[in-house]
């Protein structure tokens, strides 16, 4: 039976346990949500991210199996999802788009994407 992370953490570390994995789980999901869920993260990174999103609303799962799992996905969608996108796309649009945020200015009165 698996038991919650917070409750996993009470168990391994005491009273310290839970407010500890609460801080670094906090800094875990606010990672995931910089890196997939942005606009400027780009169409492949947003759509690992939306599909990963259910995983991260499982409440009854122990904390080993929750942060492999989900690397573990994140890794298989990138390597299944990465060449799809290139080869659907007209030649003259090809390249115009990237993947991954580069390039992306967040200084007032500069453009947002720059090529």
């Known amino acids: 039976m698996a ?7 009470y168990i391994n570390f ?11 789980m906090g800094i875990l999901l606010g990672l ?13 990174l947003n759509s690992i991210g939306v599909v990963l999103l259910p995983q991260l609303l499982q409440v009854e799962s122990q904390l080993a199996v929750y942060i492999a ?14 060449p799809i996108f290139d080869v659907h796309r007209k030649k003259e649009y090809r390249g ?15 453009p947002v994407v720059l090529n």
């Open 32 to 44: 995931f949500d910089k890196v997939f869920l942005r606009l400027g993260s780009g169409l492949l």
């Open 96 to 110: 115009g788009r990237t993947f991954v945020a580069a390039g992306v200015s967040h200084k007032p009165g500069h």
């Open 3 to 9: 038991t919650g992370f917070l409750t996993e953490s």
């Open 69 to 82: 799992g989900l690397a573990q996905q994140i890794a298989v969608a990138l390597v299944t999802l990465a």
């Open 14 to 24: 005491g009273w310290f346990g839970p407010p500890i994995v609460t801080f670094f």
